[in-house]
């Protein structure tokens, strides 16, 4: 097959860490052609999809003294060319956020791939329905006690009621801007100011699980399915377990709670075009269901000795040949 990714300049990736580069990892190790392009190089010619796109060849990364290890020159780039985008047999959407309207924009001209020739991944329109915070509200079985606001009156009253709780934006990743808040503190009105853009701009408030000292789950889905996860562990005096602010990264198992979690949410997911997802979940309550861009496969594999990303491809490989 031939497999386009849509991501952030390869230089700027960290093939140790990023799922993107296991992903093209995998597709080269499975024999497949591996092409890369950037969301501001897509076009819409003749009423198709096109984008200036490279084929490039990689150096995988290698497991020494339990982390990844990779070479300084670890990818090499043919020259562009510039292609319809079905001429793909997948294409996947990995772009990191904010989803801002570049993001959107490119959204839009994915809506003009051919989807009987080629896959997106994930759905465009399911990435435009799926606010990384907000679509977790439906789930409400699933979920803590949360409020979307920009009123500081109603936060204040929720955090009142809650006592502490953690307010995020809602356009935020890698816990970017995420605050924990507390009844009494002096700098409580300033900090929803701040995150709300003088209350112009909703954010998020959830109630603070006390769990989440004990570790932040980042649960992989595949098609609706959980297929491995990892737990992200606070460190020092930082609240937030996200990798990319220093969490320290364990291995877990699947609870009987977060596999319920899962099935309730893998109808909509199907529903939606969602086909690679990670959730977070703490103290067995969904917290954000993240689709744009999801990591944790390079953790997940080196705990637990498994190849997540040669799974998604296969899986890949598997609806080509319906």
């Not at 993107?20 to 990892?25: G, N, Y």
């Not at 596999?259 to 917290?287: M, N, S, W």
Request: net charge negative; with cysteine; hydrophobic share 40%.
């Amino acid at each position: 097959m031939k497999i386009a990714f849509i991501i952030d300049p390869i230089d700027r990736l960290d093939p140790t860490h990023d799922t993107s580069v296991a992903f093209m990892e995998a597709a080269q190790q499975l024999g497949h052609e591996v092409w890369i392009t950037q969301a501001n190089r897509l076009s819409v010619v003749e009423g198709k999809a096109w984008a200036t796109l490279e084929r490039v060849k990689l150096v995988p990364v290698t497991l020494g003294d339990n982390r990844w290890i990779a070479v300084d020159r670890w990818f090499e780039i043919e020259p562009p060319t510039f292609a319809p985008l079905e001429t793909m047999d997948a294409v996947f959407m990995r772009t990191d956020p904010p989803v801002n309207t570049a993001y959107l924009y490119a959204t839009y001209i994915l809506d003009y791939i051919d989807p009987t020739k080629t896959k997106v991944i994930n759905s465009p329109s399911g990435i435009r329905a799926a606010n990384e915070k907000m679509y977790a509200l439906q789930f409400t079985e699933a979920i803590p006690e949360t409020i979307v606001t920009q009123e500081k009156r109603v936060i204040l009253q929720f955090l009142e009621q809650q006592g502490t709780a953690v307010l995020k934006p809602l356009g935020g990743k890698a816990g970017e801007g995420i605050l924990f808040l507390q009844s009494g503190d002096r700098n409580l009105n300033s900090m929803i100011e701040i995150s709300t853009q003088q209350g112009t701009l909703p954010i998020m408030v959830q109630t603070y699980l006390p769990q989440a000292k004990d570790g932040d789950k980042r649960i992989i889905l595949l098609n609706g399915e959980p297929i491995g996860a990892v737990n992200r562990i606070p460190t020092g005096n930082e609240f937030r377990g996200n990798m990319a602010v220093g969490g320290r990264s364990a291995q877990t198992d699947i609870t009987d709670r977060e596999r319920e979690i899962c099935a309730q949410l893998a109808p909509t997911l199907q529903k939606d075009g969602l086909f690679f997802v990670g959730i977070d979940v703490i103290g067995g309550y969904l917290t954000e269901v993240n689709v744009t861009s999801p990591t944790g496969i390079r953790e997940v594999d080196r705990l637990n000795n498994t190849q997540l990303a040669v799974q998604v491809i296969q899986s890949i490989e598997l609806v080509k040949q319906k």
